[in-house]
């Protein structure tokens, strides 16, 4: 998938028309329909709206626009969470990590739970 058909689907996905993602972006209408349109290269400032406008890590639109390598999505999904915890406070970043230990914790219960230890010892299996 081409850079020009990511913008069209994310703006599909979010139900957006192009004029309100250069809005969003603080981008021309017309630098939008020129990158969309293959007439032209977006440049940072373009790249860096579209960011903006959709709320993601510009590394992930770099990517996409191909001016970054590829990587796997693991990596992809954790720039988006970096660029997320970005935009919060550091009160609510702590936040969100506690929830992340809490439901760690939980998974590591639920599992030990599913799988119990057997407690016997050899002689008593016999």
Known sequence: MNFSEWLTLELANRG?????????????SS???????????????????????????????YRKAGLLPSVNTDKIAFDEWQNLLAQLSPEEQEEMRQIAVMKIERNRKAEKSSHPVN???????K
């Open 31 to 61: 630098m939008f329909d020129k990158v969309i349109n293959g007439h032209s290269k977006p440049g940072t400032r373009f790249l860096d709206g579209i960011a903006q406008a959709f709320g993601i890590s510009p590394i992930i639109v």
């Open 16 to 28: 957006w028309s192009r004029s309100e993602a250069a809005r969003r972006g603080n981008i021309s």
């Open 119 to 125: 407690t016997k010892s050899k002689k008593e299996q």
